[in-house]
């Protein structure tokens, strides 16, 4: 494993090559159990992990219950990453209704630091950009967060080129997170340029496309009512040959390294600059200690070739519903 630390944005944030997603310790994937997700995020430290990823989104506060007592006895020699945007009153509308009202911001951030058992959280992303609140308004408000001490760092979620460089004007931004994986690479052709242009690190979620880069897949009928997965177009049939079909030509080329292909597709992600670290998402320790060693994985040339070549434009199948794409 690398303790190499990586540079994310120009105000001093800076984080372990790979991260941790906990996302599905409480929700999207099926049950859980907070026993195993606190072991997991506990191994993960051990193991150099340094960036920890929540959300006010992750069971209303119950990922961040969670994230904040299993990092207790480590909390100040790591990165507490959550995020506000979504209004959760109406359990009709979740993961849908947004509110990015500066009250609101400020309502949601007490409740994580409350969550989390914190004083300070150290990157407060805005999870989905609202239509009906100025970005200036939103970045204003978390620059007097800052100010207050209550955040060390402003990152946006599922942001498009515009909406940066609005919001870097007003409070410089550090990190961006966004869906991007050897499935997903809509953000190279406009977002990344932004970012490097502006000097502002990037945050991939989903890197192992939700878990189809695991290669541990099944058709979408087969998973249960409440896992996301039973609805993502990349599980549908035709796509989900077509996929799993992808999936197994990557394999054969990690095979070649003798690495797995979750390391295959992370050491991709790392290739593509030295500000990009990924948050892989993982209930297993054995999973965890495989993606973290892929930080030690550097791919060839002729090996990245080969890659893009297969997945030149990512998946098949969109990532979401329409209703639930970021628009640009």
């Known amino acids: 494993m690398t303790t190499d630390q990586r540079k994310l944005g120009g105000q001093g944030l800076t984080a372990a090559p790979i991260g941790l997603g906990t996302m599905g310790m ?84 007490e409740n994580s630091l409350r969550y989390l058992g914190t004083d300070h959280i150290d990157v407060l992303y805005q999870h989905r950009v609202d239509p009906d609140v100025g970005i200036e308004d939103v970045a204003g408000t978390v620059a007097e967060l800052i100010a207050e001490g209550k955040v060390r760092y402003f990152g946006l979620s599922e942001a498009g080129p515009d909406i940066i460089r609005r919001a870097h004007a007003v409070q410089p931004v550090s990190v961006l997170q966004t869906e991007y994986s050897l499935f997903e690479r809509e953000v190279e052709p406009a977002v990344l340029p ?52 992808a999936v197994h030509e990557l394999r054969e080329i990690a095979a070649g390294r003798g690495i797995e292909v979750t390391q295959l597709a992370l050491a991709w992600l790392l290739a593509q600059g030295d500000d990009i670290v990924p948050i892989p998402g993982t209930r297993s320790p054995q999973r965890l200690e495989e993606n973290v060693a892929a930080a030690g994985v550097t791919l060839t ?3 990245l070739r080969r890659i893009d070549e297969l997945l030149p434009h990512g998946a098949a199948g969109a990532r979401y519903p329409e209703v639930m794409l970021p628009t640009w």
């Open 26 to 109: 409480t929700i999207a994937y099926g049950p859980s159990d907070e026993a195993e997700g606190a072991a997991t995020i506990r191994r993960a430290y051990e193991l150099g992990v340094t960036m920890f990823d929540t959300a006010e989104l992750y069971g209303g506060g119950e990922g961040e219950r969670l994230l904040g007592r299993a990092v207790r006895g480590f909390r100040d020699e790591i990165v507490l990453a959550t995020k506000f945007g979504f209004d959760l009153s109406d359990p009709a509308k979740f993961g849908v209704a947004l509110d990015s009202r500066p009250e609101h911001i400020r309502a949601v951030t």
């Open 194 to 245: 932004v970012l490097r242009e502006l000097g502002i690190g990037f945050v991939p979620y989903s890197p192992l496309g939700r878990g189809f880069l695991t290669g541990d897949v099944k058709p979408a009928a087969e998973y249960a009512e409440d896992d996301m997965r039973r609805w993502d177009e990349r599980w549908q049939p035709g796509n989900f040959e077509r996929n799993l079909a």
């Open 301 to 303: 040339a002729d090996e």
